[in-house]
């Protein structure tokens, strides 16, 4: 059952668990959609595209950073960016100044990958929103920024929170 925005007038559901509810029901039916167009994304894929995105934006990044930005531990990170390192996807680097710190850059074979799952999940997208209207468009991309946005401020929250 799809629900909408009504639903949280009708119901006597506070918006934050009428949101919970909308993304975990949205969930469930974008892995529908995927499996039927096609174009499912492995949990691979799910796991190594925020890291190799984030690394694409920097020369180099600390673990601890890379930590925040992604709002993951920094040992399950460490984890996740060592299997990646094996891949030859990521380069570790230590501060010779200091050995506490260590640095991760992403490497060619790294982007190569990132590319592939970038450009499948447009793709995937793409398909996804090609039936609308112009109208639903501009209503998806509005609710989309309202989305980024909340999701930017909890980030540098979270971020600022790190740094303390």
Known sequence: MILGLND????????????????ENNHAI???LADNIGLSFDKRAI???PVLE??????KTRLKDLSAQLGLSSSMLCVT???????GLVARE????????TYYSITQAGRVV???IMDRLREYIKRLFEPLGEEELKKVCEAIVVVNNALERYLDKQE???KK
């Not at 949280?8 to 993304?23: A, I, N, Q």
């Not at 960016?81 to 891949?87: A, D, P, T, V």
């Not at 230590?94 to 710190?101: L, P, Q, S, T, Y």
């Open 54 to 59: 984030r690394l694409e934006k920097t020369d």
């Open 30 to 32: 974008m892995h529908k």
């Open 114 to 116: 990132a590319k592939e």
């Open 47 to 49: 796991k190594l595209f």
């Open 8 to 23: 949280c007038k009708e119901r006597s559901v506070g918006y934050v668990d009428k949101v919970v509810e909308l993304f």
């Open 94 to 101: 230590i501060d010779i100044k200091d050995r506490r710190n």
């Open 81 to 87: 960016l060592g299997q990646m390192e094996k891949e």
């Open 160 to 162: 600022r929170k790190a």
